[in-house]
């Protein structure tokens, strides 16, 4: 599985040398593998979790790519994978691992930041407050009573607040462009309605606002709209 567009290759290259196929299906073939072969791959499981928000960034920058979805994370599988773990991003010779190292990869390279390395360093910081609300998300799924009201009650507003506060009458965070910022609180709010905690945005027209948005543009409605309902985490 890990091997899927090299094994893409082998068997239509097969197919080009071993079988007596019209010289123009086989340079039709020979197009399929440059363009494939050409494509960053994604590998993660079939789960939103920390996949996701890196699928939101490249379809919403209109990249082509190959998903190779992961069942069983092996100690084959993880031998290959720097820190052993997922999700795994390869673009040409690019081979890294940790969603936010790829996730700045995707945003650097698809024109998601800001005009400025100041305003660089403080979309950053609004990308670790949906990391924050992830992590609170885990434990509060995870764990007691306890832990569920805190995050409802204190981690949750405490950062839909802050979210709340900083999108502009354009419907962005910084100036009237979408930025890697946007597109990670997009994500962060789809997760929580989709989980059924649209009571945390009562008092957050904007980032509803935000996230109707995003969710109705040409870039993403067409990939929401294909993704699975039945998901898991």
Request: hydrophobic content about 40%.
């Amino acid at each position: 599985m890990l091997n899927f567009d090299l094994k893409r290759y082998q068997i239509l290259n097969n197919i080009i040398k071993y079988t007596k196929l019209p010289n123009q299906t086989k340079s039709f073939l020979l197009i399929i593998i440059k363009l494939n072969m050409s494509q960053p791959i994604f590998h993660y499981f079939d789960a939103r979790g920390r996949g996701e928000e890196i699928r939101i960034l490249l379809n919403y920058a209109g990249v082509k790519y190959t998903e190779v979805k992961i069942g069983p994370l092996t100690d084959e599988i993880r031998s290959k994978l720097t820190f052993g773990q997922l999700p795994w991003y390869q673009d040409g010779s690019l081979s890294i691992t940790q969603s936010m190292a790829i996730e700045s990869y995707i945003a650097r390279k698809y024109n998601l930041l800001g005009v400025s390395e100041e305003e660089n360093a403080e979309i950053f910081s609004y990308v670790l407050s949906v990391a924050d609300m992830l992590d609170a998300i885990i434990k509060a799924f995870t764990g007691g009573d306890e832990q569920k009201q805190n995050f409802s009650e204190k981690i949750a507003p405490r950062i839909i607040k802050a979210w709340e506060s900083k999108i502009n009458d354009q419907g962005h965070l910084f100036g009237n462009k979408t930025t890697w910022a946007d597109l990670a609180i997009f994500n962060s709010i789809d997760y929580l309605l989709w989980t059924k905690n649209e009571n945390l945005f009562i008092s957050s027209p904007k980032c509803i606002k935000l996230h109707k948005s995003l969710a109705n543009s040409s870039q993403l409605k067409p990939y929401l709209d294909s993704r699975p309902k039945d998901v898991k985490f």
